[in-house]
């Protein structure tokens, strides 16, 4: 595993704004490269590392806009989003596409600014 020199590219989406402040872009690239160096050193396959990353670390993990947005509904009567997310979260660790786009994101602009969110 090689972080590339475009590394930090790869995380840009996590964040809220358009990048990192250029100290801060340091700081990760300086992680980044920290982390290149010790996946090396630890000369292991690829593979057997990313099953032990996620089972280790849950893909899908409630936030609070995604229990806000299931509490909107079922207010309303429709309690579809509360059955999705029980779905969802009964295999937090698996691969589910069906919900990636819904829930494999980072919080939405709307939620951003809500207290409890």
């Known amino acids: ?3 590339q020199a ?3 590219a790869a995380l840009l989406p996590a964040f809220h704004c358009e990048g990192p402040e250029e100290e801060l872009a340091k700081a990760w690239s300086s992680w980044l490269a920290r ?7 630890e000369d292991r396959e690829p593979d057997e ?4 990353m ?3 670390s849950p893909k899908y993990v409630p936030r609070g806009w995604m229990l806000y947005e299931a509490y ?5 009567g429709n309690f579809e989003p509360t ?4 779905r969802l979260l009964s295999k937090p660790y ?14 939405p602009d709307w939620a951003r600014g809500i207290g409890g969110i």
Do not use: I
Not at 49 to 52: D, Q, S, Y
């Open 94 to 107: 698996d691969e589910q596409p069906e919900f990636e786009a819904a829930y494999f994101r980072r919080t």
């Open 83 to 86: 059955r999705g997310m029980l």
């Open 35 to 41: 982390l290149s160096a010790r996946v090396a050193a």
């Open 72 to 76: 909107q509904a079922a207010e309303q």
């Open 1 to 3: 595993y090689e972080v």
């Open 54 to 56: 996620r089972a280790a």
């Open 6 to 8: 475009d590394g930090l």
């Open 49 to 52: 590392r990313m099953a032990e």
